[in-house]
């Protein structure tokens, strides 16, 4: 029997307190341009920033409605100091569209170095863009479909059917063992000493509990006795939500890669860790990641990478 505890894991992209403005959603000038309105620049996954002179970087907020064509979706994300925050959805480059002066920056790469607000609006703003720009079209008849409720839901213009953003629960665990390693594994489709904890999706009828314990077994052919849930994350590349766990295997067993998934795997102690990444032998996951952030809780405190 599998048991269960409590969250404790604070992860770096997780707000409880951002105010989405939900119920501002059914005004239907809730996307109107105004004095009270600044837009939040997405295209596929990278977000419009600004970099200070001292390095920090930022969401840009622009005042000027940068909408210009009938392609470029719009989602009201919520509320900013007593601002509507509007995200645009733009389309691939255009001479129209495109302020030259406008720096657009992968979010996976650089959601680490930002403010912990900044983060959850840009999360936020690149999911629903990706969404946005994956459906165009009615699933049921091919129609093409109308945003709604400050872009939060899509409706088709035929059928009337509602279709509502997709996310996609994922579970990642800190497997342990009885003297209380790590493992940590590199994909086979990870760049050269990239390591991280163990992940899965969630399977249709599946509780995530079960999850953790199927993923353990397929990945590396061990079995899990306890999982303990400490938090989750958003992490909208494309539209995954991470379910954390740490989990403790059965004393005993031997580490076989079982699906091909992964090139390699191992249990690691504190030290070992310590050392690995300091030679550079291992790269961990970046500071935004819950991965990184289930290593660290592990280990004790922050990992210093040099």
């Known amino acids: 029997m599998v048991r269960v505890r409590g969250p404790q894991l604070q992860t770096p992209l997780t707000r409880h307190d951002l105010d989405r403005g939900a119920l501002r959603r059914s005004d239907p ?3 109107d341009a105004g004095e009270d309105a600044v837009f939040l620049v997405t295209r596929s996954g990278a977000a419009s920033m ?10 840009v907020f622009e005042e000027a409605d940068p909408r210009g064509h009938q392609s470029a979706s719009a989602v009201y994300l919520g509320q900013r100091e007593g601002r509507r925050v509007i995200a645009v959805e733009l389309p691939e480059p255009s001479a129209e569209l495109d302020d030259p002066g406008r720096d657009m920056r992968d979010l996976r790469r650089v959601v680490g170095d930002l403010g912990p607000e ?18 165009r ?5 091919g129609a093409l479909l109308e945003a709604r409720l400050g872009g939060w839901v899509l409706v088709c213009t035929e ?10 629960p994922a579970v990642i665990m800190a497997v342990r063992d009885e003297q209380d390693r790590l493992l940590l594994a590199r994909n086979a489709s990870f760049r050269s000493g990239f390591h991280s ?6 399977e249709p009828g599946e509780t995530i509990e079960a999850a953790v314990a199927r993923e353990v077994a397929e990945e590396v052919s061990l079995v899990v006795e306890e999982v303990e849930y400490v938090g989750s994350q958003p992490w909208p590349f494309p539209r995954s939500l991470m379910l954390a766990f740490r989990a403790w295997a059965a004393d005993g067993q031997e580490i076989v890669l079982a699906d091909g998934e992964l090139a390699s795997a ?3 102690t504190r030290e070992e860790l310590t050392a690995a990444v300091a030679a550079g032998e291992i790269q961990v ?11 660290e809780d592990w280990y004790g405190g922050p990992i210093d990478e040099g």
């Open 197 to 202: 904890v163990l992940a899965g999706f969630v």
């Open 137 to 141: 079209h009615c699933p049921l008849c």
């Open 118 to 135: 900044d983060a959850a609006l840009a999360v936020a703003a690149v999911a629903m863009g990706s969404w946005h720009r994956s459906m």
């Open 285 to 295: 996951p970046n500071v935004a990641s819950v991965g990184r952030a289930l290593v």
């Open 266 to 268: 191992r249990w690691f």
């Open 50 to 59: 600004l970099e200070d002179g001292e390095g920090r970087l930022f969401p």
């Open 159 to 168: 059928d009337g059917t509602e279709h509502f953003p997709r996310t996609d």
């Open 29 to 31: 000038h809730v996307l």
